[in-house]
C-alpha cells in the first residue's frame, strides 16, 4: 500500500465506568480490507455484549488477542495498514521501532473520530468488504489456515515454518455462518465453532440440533486423538497478559471462568450485601381481582399488540405507593452523607438472560400511562432476552422489581441494586384457601418481599410502601381513587 501506515484500534470505552470486556468473536482476520465504521468484533462488558465498528479504513495487519480475551479499555486489540501519511506517535504498531524524529503529519486530515460501542454513536457508512484475490504461495496459505485455526478456537494446528516479522498475507474472508443468538450462545457454552457445523434449518441457518449434533460428532475423535504438535500461536496476549482461562471439565467437576455479566454481577451483590443494611419485610395477599382485571385488559383495544400480565399491574401498583411515600425512592450517599431523594423513577426489572442476571431499566417510568408501560416492559423483555441490552439500560436505575414466581418460587430475600434503597420480589401466584367473605375458598394468592436499606429507610416507611402494593392488588380499583 502506497505511502501506509499502521494504526492501533483500542478497546473503547462507553464513558459508563466500564473498564473491561471480553473478545467474543472476531469478523475480520489478517488480510482482510476493512472499511470505516465496518463491524470487526463482537464484545462482552460487564453490562451487555456489543459489536465494534472501525473507524477508519485500511487492510487488517494483525489481531493483538484471540477469541476468549478479557481486555483492558484503552489497549489496542487490532492494527489496520492505512493509506495518507505516517500514524500518529500514539497509534504507532507496538512492533514497530519509534523513529528518531516525529513523523509529518499530512496536509489534510479526515476529522477526528472516537471508537465508541454499538449504541454510541456508530458511523453509518457501508460495512461491505472489498474482494481480494486469493494467495498464490503455498506457504503463504499453510500459514492463513493456522492464523484461521487459532482464530477460530480449534488450538494448535499442524506444524508450519515461522513466518518471517512482516505483514500477514492476505486472506479471503470466511462468511459468518447464519444462526439465531441464542444458537450462537449455545455454540460458545459448548465451545463450536459455527463455520464447522453443516446447517439444517431453512436457508442455510444452523440450528440448536445441528451444534448438539456436532458435539456429539466430536466427542468420539477427542477422546483417541494425539496430542497435536504446538506452533507459533497467529495471535497472542501481550507478556504481562496470561490467555484468558477456559471452561474445564474433569469429569467429576466443571470450573467455569468467572467475567463479563456474571462478574459484575457477583461484584455489585457482594458489595451491596456488606455495604447497605438490608431488612426484608413479606405480606401475602388475595391478587385474585388483579388477576380478572389483566383478563380484561387483554381484550381491550387499546391494549391490543401489547405484553399484558400480572407484572404490569404490579409494577403499576409499586409507581403508586412509591408516589405516596417519595422517601422509598431514594440513595444513600456515603462521601457527603446525604440521602438523595429521587423525584423520578426509573424502574429496574431484574432479567435472567443467557448471559446472566441483568436489571435493565424503564427510564421515568412514574410518567407513563398503562398502555405506555406495558409497551416499555415488552421491549426491556424481548430486547433482553436477545442478548441487546445496552449498557445506558441498565444505568441510572432507582428502584427494582424481580419476578421470581415465574419459576414458581413462593418468594425471597432480594438483595439490592447498588445504589437504589428498594427492591420488591413477587412470587408465585397460584389457587390458595382463603377466607373471602367470611368462607373459605379458593382463591389467587402470592407473597410480596420488599428489602430495603435500613440506613434511608425505617421500618415505617417500608411498611407503608408494601402495604400500599398490596392494597392495589388486592383492590385493583385503588390504581383509580389512589391515582
Known sequence: ??????????????????????????????????????????????????ELPIPYDGVVRSLHFPEGTTVDVGTSIIAVEVA????????????????????????EQPAARQPVLVGYGVA??????????????????????????????????????????????????????LAKP???????????????????????????????????????????????QPVAPAVSAPA??????????????????VKGVRKATAAAMVGSAF??????????????????LVEELKQDKEFAGLRVNPLLLIAKALLVAIRRNPDINASWDEAAQEIVVKHYVNLGIAAATPRGLIVPNIKDAHARTLPE????????????????????????????????GVFGVDTGTPILNPGESAILAVGAIKPQPWVHKGKVKPRQVTTLALSFDHRLVDGELGSKVLADVAAILEQPKRLITWA
Not at 471480553?22 to 465504521?37: A, C, F, M, S
Not at 495518507?84 to 496536509?107: F, R, V
Not at 433482553?384 to 421470581?404: F, L
Open 84 to 107: 495518507g501519511g505516517a500514524a500518529p506517535a500514539q497509534e504507532a504498531a507496538p512492533a514497530a521501532p519509534a523513529p528518531a524524529a516525529e513523523p509529518e503529519q499530512p496536509a
Open 373 to 404: 408501560l406495558a409497551a416499555a416492559l415488552g421491549e426491556l423483555v424481548s430486547t433482553a432476552r436477545e442478548g441487546k441490552t445496552s449498557p445506558s439500560a441498565m444505568q441510572g436505575g432507582t428502584v427494582t422489581i424481580t419476578n421470581v
Open 275 to 292: 455495604t447497605a443494611p438490608h431488612v426484608t419485610e413479606f405480606v401475602t395477599v388475595d391478587v385474585t381481582r388483579t388477576m380478572k
Open 240 to 257: 504481562d497478559r496470561p490467555a484468558a482461562p477456559a471452561s474445564y471439565d474433569s469429569g467429576r467437576e466443571t470450573r467455569i471462568p
Open 182 to 228: 441464542p444458537v450462537r450462545k449455545l455454540a460458545k457454552d459448548l465451545g463450536v465453532d459455527l463455520a464447522t457445523v453443516t446447517p439444517t434449518g431453512p436457508d442455510g441457518v444452523v440450528t440448536r440440533e445441528d451444534v448438539h449434533a456436532a458435539v456429539a460428532a466430536a466427542q468420539a475423535p477427542q477422546q483417541t486423538a494425539p496430542t497435536a
Open 1 to 50: 500500500m502506497t505511502n501506509a501506515s499502521v494504526r492501533e484500534f483500542k478497546m473503547p470505552d462507553v464513558g459508563e465506568g466500564l473498564t473491561e470486556a471480553e473478545i467474543l468473536k472476531w469478523y475480520v482476520q489478517p488480510g482482510d480490507t476493512v472499511t470505516d465504521g465496518q463491524v470487526v468484533c463482537e464484545v462482552e462488558t460487564a453490562k451487555a455484549a456489543v
Open 124 to 177: 453509518t457508512s457501508s460495512t461491505r468488504r472489498r474482494p481480494r484475490k486469493q494467495a498464490q504461495d503455498p506457504a503463504a496459505q499453510q500459514a492463513a489456515s493456522a492464523v484461521q485455526s487459532e482464530l477460530n478456537g480449534h488450538g494448535a494446528a499442524p506444524a508450519a515454518p515461522a513466518a518471517p516479522a512482516a505483514p500477514a498475507a492476505p486472506v479471503a474472508p470466511a462468511q459468518r455462518p
